[in-house]
């Protein structure tokens, strides 16, 4: 793994993703891009109307947002053991390019905030954050708005055993050496199946993902609920997660309890960085 991409707006939460990236580039010898992408107008959703702000009243003028982001980027390089960093300011809509400046500087990684529901209005992480995450070739970690900063210690994986979740492993296994910590795989298991196919099913995810992972120890849990969302918050507050990964590859088994719609109520909630892997292949660390 060599660069993580950064978009960055300026507010709070973009100002804790770029910490939490700075953090991963030191301990994975990476490099940081912050990307900021100037769009000259932006609609408000305000009760039940749009307000329309103008690019100086909203965000300031393009001279000033690219003075901005050039010294975040200064902050980063004035950063103890800091990593090399660079800025790109372009002038379009992040979703328009998120893909192409992802493909074009190679990232291996996103990292960027996310917005936390909202009284009885939940939005998932963003529109921005979910829709970069739907678009981009490589590995999105998002953090919440709510996240308070911590090295990274324990790593989960939610599986349902789909053969592509071996890649992810792959991924994560060196992803975890590299951070010193401990990782895990969970699937949860909805009663659907026997007790006895449920382990034989576990037993040869387990021997899949031990050959990718040669002598790296993985732990692996299987766990049952009618309440999917609930037992995982509860796995993950006792085992005290500090990264919670998921892929949003499709799914071959019809139901499956891992699939994208849960995935989507899981960001909901979920109150730790949350990593997700893309529908498509993409590059290993």
Same mark, same amino acid.
């Given at each position: 793994?060599?660069?993580v991409?950064?978009?960055?707006?300026?507010?709070a939460?973009?100002?804790?993703?770029?910490d939490?990236?700075?953090?991963?580039?030191?301990?994975?010898?990476?490099?940081?891009?912050?990307?900021?992408?100037?769009?000259?107008?932006?609609?408000?959703?305000?009760?039940?109307?749009?307000?329309?702000? !103008?690019?100086?009243?909203?965000?300031? !003028? #393009?001279?000033?947002?690219?003075?901005?982001?050039?010294?975040?980027?200064?902050?980063?390089?004035?950063?103890?053991?800091?990593?090399?960093?660079?800025? &790109?300011?372009?002038?379009?809509?992040?979703?328009?390019?998120?893909?192409?400046?992802?493909?074009?500087?190679?990232?291996?990684?996103?990292v960027?905030?996310?917005?936390?529901?909202?009284?009885?209005?939940?939005?998932?992480?963003?529109?921005?954050?979910?829709?970069?995450?739907?678009?981009?070739?490589?590995?999105?970690?998002?953090?919440?708005?709510?996240?308070?900063?911590?090295? &990274?210690? =324990?790593?989960?994986?939610?599986t349902?055993?789909?053969?592509?979740? &071996?890649?992810?492993?792959?991924?994560?296994?060196?992803?975890?050496?590299?951070?010193?910590?401990?990782?895990?795989?969970?699937?949860?298991?909805?009663?659907?199946? =026997?007790?006895?196919?449920?382990?034989?099913?576990?037993?040869?995810?387990? !021997?899949?993902?031990?050959?990718?992972?040669?002598?790296?120890?993985?732990?692996?849990?299987?766990?049952?609920?009618?309440?999917?969302?609930?037992?995982?918050?509860?796995?993950?507050?006792?085992?005290?997660?500090?990264?919670?990964?998921?892929?949003?590859?499709?799914?071959?088994i019809?139901?499956?309890?891992?699939?994208?719609?849960?995935?989507?109520?899981?960001?909901?909630?979920?109150? &730790? #960085?949350?990593?997700?892997?893309?529908?498509?292949?993409?590059?290993?660390?």
């Amino acid at each position: 793994m060599k660069t993580v991409l950064v978009p960055i707006d300026f507010s709070a939460n973009s100002k804790r993703a770029m910490d939490y990236a700075v953090m991963l580039a030191q301990k994975l010898e990476m490099k940081i891009i912050l990307l900021h992408a100037y769009h000259p107008s932006k609609a408000e959703k305000i009760s039940n109307s749009y307000r329309l702000w !103008t690019e100086k009243t909203l965000i300031g !003028t #393009p001279e000033e947002m690219e003075f901005e982001l050039k010294a975040w980027c200064h902050d980063v390089q004035s950063m103890p053991n800091a990593p090399a960093c660079s800025s &790109i300011f372009i002038k379009c809509d992040l979703l328009d390019e998120i893909s192409y400046m992802v493909e074009t500087h190679a990232a291996d990684l996103v990292v960027m905030g996310t917005k936390g529901a909202s009284g009885l209005k939940e939005v998932f992480m963003g529109s921005n954050t979910a829709r970069v995450i739907e678009l981009v070739s490589c590995p999105v970690i998002a953090v919440p708005d709510s996240y308070v900063f911590k090295e &990274i210690k =324990k790593i989960v994986f939610a599986t349902d055993y789909h053969e592509k979740d &071996i890649s992810c492993i792959h991924f994560l296994g060196a992803f975890a050496k590299k951070m010193n910590a401990d990782l895990s795989s969970v699937h949860m298991s909805d009663g659907e199946l =026997k007790p006895s196919y449920e382990i034989e099913l576990l037993n040869y995810f387990k !021997t899949e993902a031990e050959k990718v992972l040669e002598s790296q120890q993985m732990h692996f849990h299987l766990l049952s609920g009618e309440n999917v969302s609930l037992s995982l918050f509860d796995f993950i507050a006792q085992k005290k997660v500090d990264l919670f990964a998921l892929s949003l590859k499709e799914r071959l088994i019809k139901g499956s309890v891992f699939n994208r719609g849960i995935s989507w109520r899981l960001a909901h909630h979920i109150q &730790i #960085p949350f990593l997700t892997f893309p529908i498509n292949e993409f590059s290993n660390i």
